[in-house]
Every structure is written in structure tokens, then in C-alpha cells.
């Protein structure tokens, strides 16, 4: 999930590249090339970047460094997130209570024995989705997301939360595959694996506003139908993700784990943690691993963001501590490589911590001292964002209006490219 908003961020052209443009590393290619000339097409991708406080979402061309296309979209978008397949940037506007998608102009058809490239011009598509407060995306890689609306109780009637789920054919007609319609308004999620979805329920001795359980739904066409309560409380639930057959949650003590044991049920337990998690984020190529965090203390006693590295399969969250990472250190942008073996923490001092994953442990790789030279001191904050065809990850930059482009192996700086606006969200 892009679960708290990130995070858990696949960038729009990391996706592209993994599952539908194998052209973006030279082409899957194949089969009768005379007949299909030119079907395999090597391109670095493109990224997507909102402009602060504007309509403006302009498409990225890597190959060139040039802007393609700059669409406007209704309103400016609270988050984006890279549609399953990758094709589409979903570009959510959570207080005007609607979605909506740019075809970002690559990507592949399966011609049977072999694949076909294609890269056109970007367009925003004329379908929108509507739903009171958009706030959390979840998503199966490759095959389908789940939008969660969070509803309204301060509305009149109150408005309750709901969930749809698309992918990118659905998108490319306009439509939604499925939807859940919740009892009441709620921050939460519902992570989909295949036709099991699993969202969110607050109890009414809830201590917050908050949910404190999972409801099991399983999907029979357009509808999902409950199936139980999951027993194991989570208190403070927020954030979550899906990675091979486990999905984690965050709460105040720790992950509530659901081990996915068959096509219609899960085990559910909870792994403890000395703190809060309210952030869980991992990477299709690290199935069962995840990085879960929160931030530890209450001002004016130093804040400080920790990290816990989380194995579905023996599940056990061991503490993750950046070499040189110290009390007031809070994580502003986070992400991974397109391995998923190296995951970035930039810090609100502008400081790069680059971590490397051996297995199920992680240990510092580097340390990139003013990244950012001038953090800014209020939102929008930078974004890290991985390409998926090169080696290569990208963070803005809001204070220098630039557009930081990196090795992801070597932590070297590629480029700093002059953006002229100030970037808030990217992928």
C-alpha cells in the first residue's frame, strides 16, 4: 500500500518497465521480427510530476530530459500511484473526492509468442472516479488495486467509506471491476490478492478513531461478501501491504501479520514491536519482507522515526537503525531500487541513508550528507522515485526545483536537472 501516502511508492515508470515495457531493457522481442518490425523498443521509461498547488501534471520524457506533455488535471492531486500494470498514473484529489488517470503512452501487448512495445504520445483520460476522500492505494502488482474512500462523518447524511477496485484494462474502459461499501466512515484500506480482499473494521471500544481489526471479504463478480472478523487486534491501525502470500499491517504494538493459507482464508497474528507502526512498505521482488515504521516520542522530547525490518515467514520484526541515524532523525521520503534489494531514507536534514539487504538483514551501504541541500520545512516534502529499466532512482527536490537523478548501485550523482516549478508528488 502507498500507505500513508507514500510510500510504498512503485514509480509510474519503474512499473511501465517491470510488467508491461520488457523493451525498457532491450525488449522481450521474439517470435516472427520480420513481421514485426520494430516491435521491441529500448527506452529509459518516464516520470510523472505534479506541480505545488497547480493542475499542472507534467509527463517526463528520460530518454530526451524534456518535458512531453503537461496535462491539467480538475484540481491538484493529494498522491499519485502507478496503476497496476503500470500504463496509468492515478492521480487522486482527495478533498474535491475524486480520482482521476493519465495514460502515460507505453506499454505492451502479449501477441502469444512474443511481446509488442509500444510508446505514444501521454493523454489524460476522460473517465473519472468518484468517492468521498480518497486516501489509500493498494495494489497487486500486475494485476489489480483497490481505491479506499474514507467517507465522511461530519457530513450530513454521514457519507461512509467505501472501496473499488480497477485495473488497467478497467481504466482504459472506464469502469471499476468491483466494489465494497463499508458501514461507516473510516481511515483505512483494502489489500486485494487475487479474490481475497481484506479491509478494515473499528470496534466500539476503538481507543481513536481508527480501525482495530480486519474483515476477510471474498470477491464473487462485481461485489465482495464478508467471510469473518479476523481475531487478532491491532490497535491505531494504519498502513499496509501485501508481499507474496503475507499481508502486514501496522498498529500501535507492532504488525498484525495475515499469512494467506488458502485461495478463501488467511491465519492472522501479531508480531510485536517496542512502537508504533504506521507505515508498512516492501517490494514485489522481496515477497514476504517488509520495512515497517513510525515515528518514536512526543515534542518537545526529540521525535525520531524507527524502522523495523519484518520476515512474513518467521515473523519477527528486527529494529533497523541507519549508521549515524540519531534522535531527531525523521524519514521524509523513503523508497527502493527497482532489485528491491537497496531501500533509501532521505532524512529531514537533507541526508541520503542508503540501505542494502542481504537476505532478511539490512546494513548501511552509504551515507549522501546534503542530497537535498535545503530541506524544506513544510510539505511538499522530496519523493524518491526508482525507474524500472535503468539503474537509476530520482528525488525531487522542492526548495532548488530540481530533479535529483542517482546510481542506485553506486549512490553517484547522474544528474541534477532545473525542473522551473516547485515538484510536490512524483512516480
Given at each position: 500500500m502507498t500507505h500513508d501516502n507514500l510510500p510504498s511508492r512503485l514509480a509510474f515508470l519503474s512499473l511501465a518497465c517491470m510488467a508491461l515495457m520488457a523493451g525498457c531493457g532491450g525488449g522481450s522481442g521474439g517470435g516472427n521480427a520480420e513481421s514485426h518490425a520494430n516491435s521491441s523498443i529500448d527506452t529509459a521509461g518516464r516520470i510523472v510530476i505534479a506541480e505545488s498547488g497547480s493542475n499542472a501534471l507534467r509527463v517526463h520524457d528520460l530518454d530526451s530530459g524534456g518535458v512531453e506533455a503537461t496535462h491539467q488535471l480538475d484540481h491538484p492531486p493529494s498522491a499519485l500511484h502507478a496503476s497496476p500494470g503500470g500504463r496509468y498514473a492515478v492521480a487522486f484529489q482527495g478533498t474535491q473526492h475524486q480520482v482521476q488517470f493519465v495514460d502515460g503512452g507505453i506499454w505492451q501487448e502479449d501477441h502469444g509468442d512474443h511481446h509488442h512495445d509500444y510508446k505514444n504520445a501521454s493523454r489524460l483520460m476522460s473517465w473519472k472516479l468518484a468517492g468521498i476522500r480518497p486516501s489509500h492505494y493498494d495494489v497487486q502488482t500486475g494485476r489489480q488495486a483497490s481505491i479506499f474512500f474514507d467517507?465522511?462523518?461530519?457530513?450530513?447524511?454521514?457519507?461512509?467509506?467505501?472501496?473499488?477496485?480497477?485495473?488497467?484494462?478497467?481504466?482504459?474502459?472506464?469502469?471499476?471491476?468491483?466494489?465494497?461499501?463499508?458501514?461507516?466512515?473510516?481511515?483505512?484500506?483494502?489489500?486485494?490478492?487475487?479474490?481475497?480482499?481484506?479491509?478494515?473494521?473499528?470496534?466500539?471500544?476503538?481507543?481513536?478513531?481508527?480501525p482495530t481489526h480486519l474483515n476477510l471479504y471474498l470477491r464473487s463478480g462485481a461485489t465482495y461478501a464478508s467471510q469473518r472478523l479476523l481475531s487478532t487486534r491491532c490497535n491505531s491501525m494504519h498502513g499496509s501491504y501485501t508481499s507474496g502470500p503475507y499481508t502486514a499491517v501496522g498498529c500501535a504494538d507492532g504488525v498484525l501479520l495475515a499469512r494467506h493459507v488458502s485461495a478463501n482464508d488467511v491465519a492472522d497474528q501479531k508480531i510485536t514491536a517496542p512502537t508504533r507502526i504506521s507505515t508498512l512498505v516492501g517490494h514485489p521482488k522481496a515477497p514476504g519482507q517488509f520495512i515497517g515504521f513510525g515515528n518514536n516520542g512526543t515534542a518537545p522530547a526529540p521525535v525520531t522515526t524507527l524502522f523495523y525490518g519484518i520476515d512474513g515467514e518467521r515473523a519477527v520484526a528486527t529494529p533497523i537503525t541507519p549508521t549515524?541515524?540519531?534522535?531527531?532523525?525523521?524519514?521524509?521520503?523513503?523508497?527502493?531500487d527497482r532489485s528491491g534489494n537497496r531501500f533509501y531514507i532521505l532524512d529531514n536534514h537533507g541526508t541520503l541513508h542508503v540501505m542494502a539487504r542481504t537476505g532478511t538483514t539490512w546494513n548501511t551501504a552509504a551515507t549522501i550528507a546534503a542530497a537535498v541541500p535545503a530541506m524544506p520545512t513544510a510539505a511538499p516534502w522530496p519523493t524518491i522515485t526508482a525507474n524500472?529499466?535503468?539503474?537509476?532512482?530520482?528525488?525531487?527536490?522542492?526548495?532548488?526545483?530540481?530533479?535529483?537523478?542517482?546510481?542506485?548501485?553506486?549512490?553517484?550523482?547522474?544528474?541534477?536537472?532545473?525542473?522551473?516549478?516547485?515538484?510536490s508528488n512524483a512516480l
Open positions: 467517507g465522511d462523518a461530519n457530513a450530513n447524511p454521514i457519507r461512509t467509506a467505501g472501496m473499488r477496485l480497477i485495473d488497467d484494462a478497467s481504466i482504459a474502459a472506464g469502469s471499476t471491476l468491483a466494489a465494497l461499501n463499508l458501514q461507516q466512515p473510516i481511515h483505512g484500506f483494502a489489500e486485494p490478492l487475487d479474490n481475497k480482499l481484506l479491509s478494515v473494521h473499528r470496534a466500539s471500544d476503538a481507543i481513536d478513531t481508527l549515524g541515524w540519531a534522535a531527531g532523525n525523521i524519514q521524509r521520503a523513503n523508497g527502493f524500472g529499466a535503468r539503474d537509476e532512482i530520482y528525488i525531487t527536490d522542492p526548495v532548488a526545483r530540481q530533479l535529483l537523478v542517482l546510481d542506485s548501485q553506486t549512490a553517484a550523482t547522474n544528474a541534477r536537472r532545473d525542473l522551473g516549478y516547485v515538484p
